[in-house]
C-alpha cells in the first residue's frame, strides 16, 4: 500500500508495533531511584525598625472598631412537629332502633303467638320457701318477629319476674298481621307460678 511517498508494508507495521511495545515495557520495568534531597536551612534575620518608624507604625493604628449590634437570633423555619390527634367528635353510639308504633289487637287480622315457648324457671329459694305467684308481662313484638320492649306490669316477686324475663328472651314469636302483611304488635302475656 502506498500513501504518498510512504510505502507500508505489513512487516514494517509489525516492526513498529513491536518496537513500540519493548519501549513500553522497557519504561515499565524501570524502577525509579530515590534521590536523597538535601534542604539547607536558610537563615532568618529579624530587622527591627528604628524607634521613628515605630511611633509612626503605632500612630498609623486605628481605634478598635465598635463591638458589633447585637443581631436577634431568627429562629429557622423548622416544619413544626404535627401531632395527630383523634377527632374530637365523642364517639356516640348508634342511636336505638325506633320503637315501631303498635297496632291496635282490634285491628288484627291475626292474632300473634309464640312460635317457639320458654317456659320460666321456678326459683328454687321461692319453691323451698313454698311461694307462689304471678306475673304479667307486656311485650312488643315486631312485624319480623323480633321481641323489644319487655315490661313487667304485675309481679307477686322480683325473682319471679326475671324469670319470666329469661323465658320471654329465650323464646320466638309469630307476627301479627293486618290482611297478610305482619305488623309489630303489643302483647301481655300472664305467667303462674303453682306448687304442684
Do not use: C, W
Request: charged share 25%; no cysteine; hydrophobic share 40%.
Amino acid at each position: 500500500m502506498r500513501i504518498g511517498q510512504i510505502e507500508i508494508t505489513a512487516f514494517g507495521v509489525s516492526l513498529f508495533f513491536n518496537s513500540s511495545l519493548l519501549l513500553v515495557m522497557a519504561i515499565m520495568t524501570i524502577q525509579p531511584t530515590p534521590v536523597a534531597l538535601r534542604l539547607d536551612p536558610v537563615p532568618i534575620s529579624l530587622m527591627q525598625l528604628p524607634p521613628e518608624e515605630e511611633e509612626k507604625v503605632v500612630e498609623e493604628e486605628k481605634p478598635p472598631p465598635p463591638p458589633p449590634e447585637e443581631i436577634p437570633e431568627i429562629e429557622e423555619d423548622k416544619p413544626k412537629e404535627k401531632k395527630i390527634e383523634p377527632p374530637k367528635e365523642e364517639y356516640k353510639p348508634p342511636p336505638p332502633p325506633k320503637r315501631p308504633k303498635a297496632v291496635p289487637l282490634h285491628k288484627l287480622t291475626t292474632m300473634p303467638g309464640f312460635a317457639r315457648k320458654v317456659e320460666p324457671v321456678y326459683p328454687e329459694s321461692l319453691r323451698s320457701a313454698g311461694v307462689e305467684g304471678k306475673v304479667l308481662v307486656e311485650v312488643l313484638v315486631t312485624a319480623q318477629g323480633a321481641i323489644m320492649d319487655i315490661k313487667i306490669l304485675k309481679s307477686d316477686d322480683d325473682e319471679f319476674s326475671q324469670a319470666v324475663i329469661h323465658a320471654i328472651e329465650s323464646s320466638s314469636f309469630i307476627t301479627g298481621r293486618v290482611g297478610g302483611k305482619p305488623v309489630p304488635v303489643k302483647v301481655q302475656i300472664p305467667f303462674s307460678f303453682k306448687l304442684n
